[in-house]
């Protein structure tokens, strides 16, 4: 079985993650042609491949990835403020 990714909505990061979580039951192979990752999948158990399972899979890690992109920042802005001594830090000082 072949599966078509589009490198432009899904990070390598993202499909990283799920071939890891996959990887258990299925040897998963990743060849990179015009943009496209294509993922051919070979099954290592009797379990079968669910591709509506496989692509929630790939859409959590996006959203992970879009909230961790947008929240960045004030995770700085906390981490400077609970471990350093700055007290007059806000979203405007990491621009």
Same mark, same amino acid.
């Given at each position: 079985?072949? @599966?078509? $990714?589009?490198?432009?909505?899904? !990070?390598?990061?993202?499909? !990283?993650?799920?071939?890891?979580?996959? !990887? *258990?039951?299925? !040897?998963?192979?990743?060849?990179?042609?015009?943009?496209?990752? @294509?993922?051919? @999948? @070979?099954?290592?158990?009797?379990? #079968? &491949?669910?591709?509506?399972? &496989?692509? #929630?899979?790939?859409? #959590?890690?996006?959203?992970? *990835? $879009?909230?961790? $992109? *947008?929240?960045?920042?004030?995770?700085? $802005?906390?981490?400077?403020?609970? &471990?350093? *001594? &700055? #007290?007059?830090?806000?979203?405007?000082?990491?621009?």
């Amino acid at each position: 079985m072949e @599966i078509k $990714i589009d490198r432009n909505i899904y !990070s390598d990061s993202c499909i !990283s993650k799920v071939v890891y979580l996959l !990887s *258990e039951k299925f !040897s998963i192979a990743r060849t990179f042609v015009n943009n496209y990752e @294509i993922l051919t @999948i @070979i099954h290592k158990t009797d379990d #079968d &491949f669910d591709v509506n399972d &496989f692509w #929630d899979k790939m859409n #959590d890690f996006k959203l992970r *990835e $879009i909230i961790n $992109i *947008e929240t960045k920042d004030i995770k700085t $802005i906390l981490y400077a403020k609970a &471990f350093g *001594e &700055f #007290d007059n830090l806000d979203e405007n000082d990491f621009d």
